[in-house]
């Protein structure tokens, strides 16, 4: 599916499309399933994403919410993805605490909690052993190398192509990612990239010749659909 690409006036009205592309989508999963299933991204893009859906009206009972990656800490970290969506969003509406299901970190083993995770995954959405989980919404960063979740240009987690999850490896600090497949085996894959800082990845990610195994976003081809909301300072290079 070709991807929908919108480019926002600021980071403002990139944040409120977001939101209403985020409300339109679970509360389509919600009607067509019953349920939505989302995986966050960390970085500081979010946040004020994930504050503005606190504020909405949603089935918080029908929402599940996962990480599509983890840095390796303890939740209560000031890098944890978890400590950024449970303070921004998750902390501050009535979403069950069955319904959030944090990526373990806490073993010590990062291949060991990857597995963990993946476990984890198996079993909340049934999965018979080598298939893939199917999130009905995947929320994507960009780097400005290109990488998306934990998936770092030329890193051995890019080859991962029978597992769900796996350890990304950022200048040596390990992180729990879901992989390439796993994430274009979503329904919706959305990105949320702002910044000058992201032209030149954007522009390697959309053009025809750039290697992925450099600028791994550009590995994100998923069944569903395909999202980019840029905001201008990100996006220029895409506009004629
Ligand atoms: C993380 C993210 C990562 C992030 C990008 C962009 O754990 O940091 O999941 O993939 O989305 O690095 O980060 P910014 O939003 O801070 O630019």
Sequence with gaps: MQPKVEILADQTALIQRSLELMVEKIQQSV???GICTIALSGGS??????????????????????WGDERYVPSHHPDSNEKLARDAWLNRVAIPAENIHPTPTDSGNPQQDAQRYEQQLQQFFQLS????????????GMGDDGHTASLFPHTEALQVCDRAIAVGNKDGSPRITFTIPAINNARCVLFLVAGSG????????FSQTADPQTYPAKFIQPQGELWWLLDVAAGAPLQS
């Design 45 to 66: 893009t979010p946040r004020p994403l994930y504050e503005a859906i606190a504020a909405q009206n949603l089935p918080w009972e029908k929402i599940h919410v996962f």
């Design 31 to 33: 009607r067509e399933r």
């Design 129 to 140: 052993p080598g298939t893939m989980p199917v999130l009905d919404i995947m929320l994507q």
């Design 198 to 205: 992201k032209q030149n990845a954007i522009e390697q990610v």
